[in-house]
Nanobody, 121 residues
């Protein structure tokens, strides 16, 4: 069973930066779309940013110009560079991938276990 392994969360002061990383636990056939979601306390999970296999990106308005999603195709890794962090960015961040684990398989959605990001002074 493929798992998405996240890293890079933590505690940072307002205005600081963090970079999240996410990589599948084993080799896979192909990736269609990658994204980062977050769930703040008492709120629904929301899309933060996504990137397609062709490199097209999409951002929530609240993070536009502060966050950057990118991917390393050779490593099957997706990153979320978060700059100018605000207390309202505090949440558990989840990696999402729509991928095909093996040739001939149907695409499936996979989720990471979540990594906590806390922005506080």
């Amino acid at each position: 069973q493929v798992q998405l392994v996240e890293s890079g969360g933590g505690l940072v002061q307002p205005g600081g930066s963090l970079r999240l990383s996410c990589v599948p636990s084993e080799s896979i056939y192909s990736i269609d779309k990658l994204g980062w979601y977050r769930r703040a306390p008492g709120k629904r999970r929301e899309l933060v940013a996504s990137i397609t296999s062709g490199g097209d990106t999409n951002y929530d308005d609240s993070v536009e110009d502060r966050f950057t999603i990118s991917k390393d195709n050779a490593k099957n890794t997706v990153y979320l560079q978060m700059n100018s962090l605000k207390p309202e960015d505090t949440a558990v961040y989840y990696c999402h991938a729509a991928l095909i684990p093996r040739m001939g398989w149907q695409p499936h959605d996979y989720w990471g276990q979540g990594t906590q990001v806390t922005v506080s002074s």
